[in-house]
């Protein structure tokens, strides 16, 4: 098991709604990334936060904001939910020095997010 | 979005045989080649990866293959047991430190 935790586990929203789902990263970790997982596909990045900033996007709408705090935990909002966002939402966690090269990324359990 | 294509979809493999799954990329900026290993209700736990400044690299009973030219990098699974049965994906990193992942592929040992 790794060191990544988010909660809550399982959650029903309602079309139109609003959601925020939470992840706190493994230790020493200062970089979170968040992804969309449709059943039967791979992960699909969907924006990357490192030093509290936003540090790349994948191709969603803005109505996928994040956040990230000095703790180096993270928060992903989705606003005006729609049926197609149901989908588990993974959080990753890895140390980025900041240089360009990439690290080692580990996973939390994710949040299995239904919208009706 | 970067091109990943991961084959075979699915794979069946009998007990103590060997497992090979490959991955195809197309962004020649990717600098780090891992592979995940996801369990049903799980998220992906990170299996074993390369980077592109060796060919191979072995970790127990799973070995990375890596060919830089053709773009291309490949798991295999040694003694493949019942336990492995999960879905593999290949998941290339470049510059930033985002990953893209390939579309998976559900590995099934037979007792």
């Known amino acids: 098991e790794t060191g990544v935790t988010q909660s809550p586990t399982h959650l029903i929203k309602t079309r139109g709604q609003q959601v925020t789902l939470r992840c706190s990263s493994q230790s020493g970790h200062n970089t979170v990334s968040w992804y969309q997982q449709a059943l039967g596909q791979g992960p699909q990045f969907i924006f990357q936060y490192y030093r509290e900033e936003e540090n790349g996007r994948g191709n969603f709408p803005p109505r996928f904001s994040g956040l990230q705090f000095p703790n180096y935990s993270s928060e992903l909002n989705v606003n005006a939910l729609e049926l197609d966002d149901s989908a588990l939402y993974l959080c990753?966690?890895?140390?980025?020095?900041?240089?360009?090269?990439?690290?080692?990324?580990?996973f939390g359990p994710g949040t299995r997010l239904t919208v009706t | 979005q970067q091109q990943v294509k991961q084959s075979p979809q699915s794979l069946i493999v009998q007990k103590g045989g060997i497992s090979i799954i490959n991955c195809a990329y197309e962004n020649t900026a990717f600098d780090y080649f891992p592979w995940y290993q996801q369990f049903p209700g799980k998220g992906p736990a990170l299996l074993i990866a390369?980077?592109?400044?060796?060919s191979e690299k072995k970790e127990g009973r799973f070995t990375i293959s890596f060919n830089k030219s053709a773009k291309q990098f490949s798991l295999h699974i040694m003694d493949s047991q019942p336990g492995d049965s999960a879905t593999y994906f290949c998941a290339p990193s470049g510059t930033g430190n985002q990953f893209y992942f390939g579309t998976g592929t559900s590995l099934t040992v037979i007792p």
């Open positions: 990753a966690s890895s140390y980025y020095a900041g240089t360009g090269a990439s690290y080692e990324q580990y």
């Open positions: 390369i980077r592109p400044d060796v």
